[in-house]
């Protein structure tokens, strides 16, 4: 069975995207696959946190995980700082990727924007520690949005070189996980827009922690077009507001936009709007709820993070060993 390492960052409210895009896959891949699901608090502090709004953060994305479907006891969920091989290991990896390598990461150039003298070597070395955060565990698959593609790549190179350098096979190769169609969740506000956590407007995403009548007010505020749904989603070039909550509905109904359309098609979007509310209240609401009787009770949460920590650490130690040995460190006492 192969073993999956997933991550996701406790940086902010998770919203619809999130939930389609990523963690609803990773509720279906532990029925067939060994899974590590990470909440990456180390990446989070990469850009400055408020080290209150951090904690609270990562015991609300524990929450959201668990909410969705993650079981903490079949499979592995802890945050990254808790287990000091993730560290450990990014440095030697620090000294194996070459400078070149992440000078060529968009997402760094995007981040830093025209400041990049003023960003944080954390920000720069950030593809090093997902590296290490793989492969410390030698997790054979990945899942990734297009926006950490090019980091996984550079994981794949930096296993690569390593077993290169020291004429082993240590390290497996790693195989991404892409999700089709429905995994973009643009913006209710601007359809050419990623939905996302930083946008200033809360109009612009449907948040994890929002309740059913929230979920619901969003949706009829959501921009629109005047025109009548179209039978055909080759038109939606054109209207990318309307596309996007048709591959809205779709997503959460588990169909095709075609289907969606072959039902809707001439329809106005008031009405359509109506069965697209009630159809996010029927999948969220649910989830909304666990998500608010996990946090009630913070302790339990920092007991299900504590054992899967515990649970990382017996697994990344011997990888971690392992390749200290290979490099050549003396470790006087070490199994």
Same mark, same amino acid.
């Given at each position: 069975?192969?073993?999956?390492f ?11 995207g ?24 180390m ?7 408020e ?110 070189k390593f ?47 929002d ?10 505020k ?15 070039d054109?209207? *990318?507001? +309307?596309?996007?909550? /048709?591959?809205?509905?779709? &997503?959460?109904?588990? !169909?095709?936009? %075609? $289907?969606?359309?072959? @039902? ?25 709820a ?6 009630a009770? *913070?302790? +339990?949460?920092?007991? /299900?993070?504590?054992?899967? &920590?515990?649970?990382? !650490?017996?697994? %990344? $130690?011997?990888?971690? @060993? ?14």
């Amino acid at each position: 069975m192969s073993l999956i390492f997933s991550g996701i960052q406790p940086t902010g409210n998770l919203h619809l995207g999130n939930y389609l895009g990523a963690i609803r896959n990773w509720v279906r891949l532990q029925d067939d696959h060994d899974c590590l699901f990470c909440v990456v608090d180390m990446h989070a502090i990469t850009l400055w946190q408020e080290p209150a709004d951090l904690h609270r953060a990562t015991r609300e994305v524990t929450a959201a995980l668990m909410a969705a479907g993650i079981d903490p006891e079949k499979h592995i969920l802890f945050n990254q700082s808790q287990v000091p091989q993730h560290a450990e290991l990014a440095w030697i990896f620090n000294c194996v990727a070459r400078v070149g390598w992440l000078n060529r990461m968009t997402q760094f150039k995007e981040k830093a924007g025209k400041h990049k003298e003023k960003a944080s070597v954390g920000l720069y070395v950030y593809p090093t520690l997902m590296a290490a955060d793989i492969l410390a565990y030698k997790a054979t698959h990945v899942p990734v949005g297009e926006d950490q593609k090019q980091h996984l790549e550079l994981a794949q190179q930096i296993a690569a070189k390593f077993n290169h350098d020291y004429d082993t096979d240590l390290f497996p190769e790693l195989e991404p996980l892409i999700f089709g169609e429905g995994t973009r969740v643009m913006s209710l506000r601007d359809g050419s827009s990623k939905m996302s956590k930083s946008d200033t407007s809360d109009y612009s995403r449907i948040n994890m922690t929002d309740d059913v009548d929230t979920i619901t007010h969003k949706i009829r505020k959501a921009r629109t077009d005047p025109h009548p749904l179209p039978d055909n989603p080759e038109v939606f070039d054109d209207r *990318p507001e +309307a596309g996007n909550l /048709v591959a809205i509905y779709a &997503a959460l109904a588990e !169909r095709t936009r %075609a $289907e969606v359309l072959a @039902e809707w098609g001439g329809a106005n979007f008031a009405d359509f709007k109506q069965a697209l509310a009630e159809l996010a209240a029927e999948v969220l609401g649910p989830i909304n709820a666990e998500m608010n009787r996990l946090m009630a009770d *913070p302790a +339990a949460i920092d007991a /299900v993070l504590g054992r899967g &920590a515990r649970r990382a !650490r017996e697994l %990344a $130690e011997p990888v971690v @060993e392992e390749v200290y040995n290979t490099v050549g460190f003396v470790r006087p006492g070490a199994s």
